[in-house]
């Protein structure tokens, strides 16, 4: 994990930083957050690998048999407390604007 940095943040990282701000306790998988927030899996994926690695993110395997679900295990991921920190901190200002931004996600 890596140290905590500051930084400027894409519109597209806050989208996905505050659709899991709006639900900080529900764990969410990645093609999840990548239909909720409009993104490309391509970008939704990047983006989540690198608030994982900067300890924003905490992620776990699905415990799941894939014969018996018919799919493979889902990666799921949801904020730890410093990510709910810096989400509130960098995606205040633009609540609005981010969660209209998120045709999918609706704030719970």
């Known amino acids: 994990m890596l140290p905590f940095v500051p930084r400027k943040r894409s519109h597209e990282t806050k989208r996905v930083m505050r659709m899991l701000l709006d639900a900080p306790s529900d764990e969410v998988y990645g093609l999840e957050v990548t239909r909720a927030a409009g993104l490309t899996p391509g970008s939704a994926y990047a983006i989540l690998r690198r608030l994982r690695d900067e300890g924003l993110l905490e992620g776990r395997w699905e415990q ?4 018996e679900q018919g799919r493979p ?6 904020l730890t407390s410093e990510g709910r920190r810096v989400a509130q901190h960098e995606t205040a200002a633009e609540r ?10 609706a704030a719970r």
């Open 64 to 67: 799941v048999d894939p014969a």
């Open 73 to 78: 295990p889902r990666y799921y991921y949801r």
């Open 96 to 105: 609005t604007a981010l969660q209209s931004l998120a045709p999918g996600w």
